[in-house]
């Protein structure tokens, strides 16, 4: 387990925000060379191919390597940024966050909030993005020699090691599900495939799925599996809205997956004594599983979850058994694929 | 030059009011082979005495404190989470999503209801305190129970920073008035002087109020950091003081009215020392002066702050410049004052 925290770590302490995941692509692709020819794509997707050439049967595996993020819209004259939001970013969380800026060189920075002697009473009310600023410390000068629109700036944490087998990071949605597929491969080192297997860690999906959509497109699968992070229980939260954590990978259930594979995946962890969850939907997933199934002539696709609690905020926690459990899920259906 | 290294060690440090112990332990190790006594008050302040050159024509108090805000552990539910309470003038609207360490060394973080599930109202609205928990990743209350027990302190966890001329860290309101004390202590001084590093100065001035009480002195100088809101947004009317500028004097605030022979003195030593000094522009806030002036039959009083953006958050902002400005002026000033027959 170990070993696999050092994975995910490693994936989390580097950027990658949406259109601009080099960094993050960079360690899942020196992960997974060793298991197979691994190539980077014109917007930014890992690809690595491995299984056997040829096979009728071709698996794609996806997971995505952006995580939520701002991008800088205007530098002003007092040397604070303006930003916009690069997916979904919690505006609640960000007043006072702080942050690392990706301008000519790292900078930190911090959001600013009102201080409270200024306080009219309006402070329950979350400020629009447009209104938040963040704030490097830098003179005008500086911050518009070292910092420009369109830079992308990330929520700072450092990752942590909470008790037991719980993890907290920034970026764990979806560098969980990316070191899922990677701890996969390697599950797979000594078998031989009777499938073929490409594996996709795709860019923007926080901003539509982009990268899911073109690499799905090239990769041209017979069907698709899709690692992303899910709601897990924590207070205020409908518990049928969520799978627990370390309650296993949550299967998903949706008009839109593909039944089958998930009645195979429910018989399989059955056989194999592990934990599992159902995580049904009442239409599309809202993941890169909605792109992939309607690749091409279509893509039978299945949805697996890693449960994460505080989803698109710094401060995400997910369970290692969880993402042990999913990439073990995964390696043993790929080994009954023909 | 300012010693970064012995502020980053001091912002390192642990201290929410009432559990000041680790920055206590960590100042009287730099101050002893520099101070003549040293003195623990029954609340936990620290009473340094160093002798100077001359006996003092007035009886001189430095003063910076050595608590942070904070929370503290109220409740652990039954799912293993750690409800809290704010220690000090906490905003709440700073604290969703942050990353805190819970007693002596137990990771946690401040989670919130996952954005994709609230309805468009809730979106709209800063987190109450009463939604906020902290989850250090235990399953269950046995589990967090064995980790953590109510009434544990719990601090920001943040980073340390000090390119660019700044420095942005945790806890600067008041490690950087300690920081410069310390420095200070290892330097010579011209009369004999008293510093006090005080508890509990964010619950209400309780550490200052008794050490002065112990330490009897005629006059004082508050060290502190306060709020700077010189940032984007704010109207140049409202922003107090600004990054830049030098230490902020104060006139008034929300507990004293300063005495104004010291408060036109410290721009003079400004002057003197050569560096820039600015006045606090608003009657806002309040500091150890507030305990002290009233201190027994009345001690006169000044207060210099480092002006610092973000005060009570995660991550607070001061200028290396200004650091510096008070760094050579206070010492001036406590010259000058302590040397004036009272």
Redesign the interface.
């Known amino acids: 387990m170990d070993k696999l925290k050092d994975l995910i770590f490693r994936l989390c302490a580097v950027p990658g925000t949406p259109g601009d995941e080099f960094a993050a692509a960079r360690i899942a692709a020196e992960e997974l060379s060793p298991y197979g020819e691994v190539r980077m794509d014109a917007l930014g997707n890992v690809i690595a191919h491995l299984g056997k050439r040829g096979a009728p049967v071709r698996v794609m595996l996806d997971a995505h390597l952006d995580q939520i993020g701002l991008i800088v819209t205007e530098v002003?004259d007092?040397g604070?940024l303006?930003v916009a939001r690069a997916g979904?970013a919690?505006?609640?969380?960000l007043?006072?966050?702080?942050v690392v800026i990706y301008g000519r060189e790292e900078?930190?920075?911090?959001v600013?909030?009102?201080?409270?002697?200024?306080s009219d009473g309006s402070?329950?009310?979350?400020p629009e993005i447009e209104?938040m600023?963040v704030?490097?410390?830098?003179s005008a000068e500086?911050a518009k020699r070292l910092v420009q629109p369109g830079d992308r700036i990330a929520?700072?944490?450092?990752p942590?090691?909470?008790?037991?087998r719980?993890?907290?990071c920034a970026s764990l949605d979806d560098r969980a599900g990316v070191a899922s597929l990677i701890r996969c491969v390697q599950l797979l080192a000594d078998f031989e495939l009777r499938c073929e297997l490409t594996v996709l860690c795709s860019s923007r999906e926080e901003v539509g799925g982009q990268g899911a959509v073109t690499g799905a497109y090239a990769i041209d699968p017979t069907q698709a599996i899709a690692v992303d992070v899910g709601?897990a229980?924590?207070?205020?939260?409908?518990p049928e809205?969520c799978g627990k954590?370390?309650g296993g990978p949550m299967i998903g259930l949706a008009p839109a997956l593909s039944r089958g594979m998930a009645d195979r995946m429910i018989a399989l962890a059955g056989r194999m004594e592990m934990p599992y969850q159902l995580d049904v939907m009442g239409n599309s997933t809202?993941t890169n599983c909605d792109e992939i199934a309607m690749t091409r002539a279509g893509v039978p696709t299945q949805l697996l979850s890693i449960p994460l609690?505080?989803?698109?905020?710094?401060?995400e926690?997910a369970d290692l058994a969880d993402v042990e459990n999913t990439a073990r899920l995964m390696a043993e259906y790929l080994k009954e694929v023909e | 030059m300012a010693d970064w290294s012995l502020l980053e060690r001091l912002c390192s440090a642990r201290a929410v009011s009432g559990n000041e112990r680790e920055v206590r332990e960590l100042i009287l190790n730099e101050v002893k082979p520099y101070a003549d006594s040293v003195e623990v008050t029954p609340l936990g302040s620290l009473i340094v005495f160093k002798k100077g050159e001359k006996r003092p024509g007035t009886r001189l108090m430095l003063n910076a404190h050595m608590d942070e805000v904070g929370m503290i552990v109220t409740y652990i539910t039954d799912d293993g989470l750690l409800r809290f309470s704010p220690v000090g003038g906490m905003d709440r609207r700073v604290l969703p999503g942050k990353s805190v360490t819970v007693g002596d060394n137990v990771p946690g973080v401040i989670g919130v209801k996952p954005v994709h599930l609230l309805d468009g109202e809730e979106k709209e609205k800063s987190v109450p305190l009463k939604e906020l928990s902290i989850d250090i990743g235990a399953k269950d209350r046995e589990e967090a129970e064995r980790y953590v027990t109510p009434g544990d302190p719990v601090c920001f966890d943040s980073l340390f920073d000090t390119s660019h001329g700044m420095v942005k860290s945790r806890a600067l309101d008041d490690r950087a008035g300690c920081a410069i004390l310390i420095e200070m202590l290892r330097d010579r001084l011209e009369y004999d002087m008293t510093f006090v590093f005080a508890v509990q100065e964010e619950i209400g001035l309780r550490g200052s109020k008794t050490a002065a009480y112990a330490v009897d002195p005629q006059a004082a100088i508050v060290v502190e950091s306060t709020t700077a809101a010189d940032i984007a947004g704010v109207e140049k009317d409202r922003q107090v003081c600004c990054l830049g500028e030098g230490a902020a004097i104060s006139f008034m605030d929300r507990h004293t009215i300063y005495d104004k022979e010291y408060y036109r003195m410290a721009f003079s030593a400004a002057e003197t020392a050569g560096v820039k000094c600015q006045a606090k522009r608003a009657v806002a806030g309040g500091n150890d002066a507030g305990a002290i002036h009233v201190s027994r039959a009345g001690v006169r009083t000044v207060a210099v702050s480092l002006p610092c953006r973000y005060l009570h958050s995660a991550v607070g902002m001061i200028s290396q410049q200004d650091y510096e400005s008070a760094r050579r002026l206070i010492p001036v000033l406590a010259a000058q004052i302590a040397g004036e027959t009272s």
């Open positions: 002003d007092a604070f303006h979904g919690d505006r609640r969380v007043p006072g966050s702080p900078l930190t920075g911090v600013c909030c009102t201080p409270p002697h200024l402070e329950d009310k979350v209104k600023t704030d490097a410390g830098l500086e929520l700072y944490a450092r942590k090691d909470l008790l037991g719980r993890i907290s709601f229980q924590q207070p205020d939260v409908a809205k954590l370390g809202g609690r505080y989803m698109h905020t710094q401060a926690v």
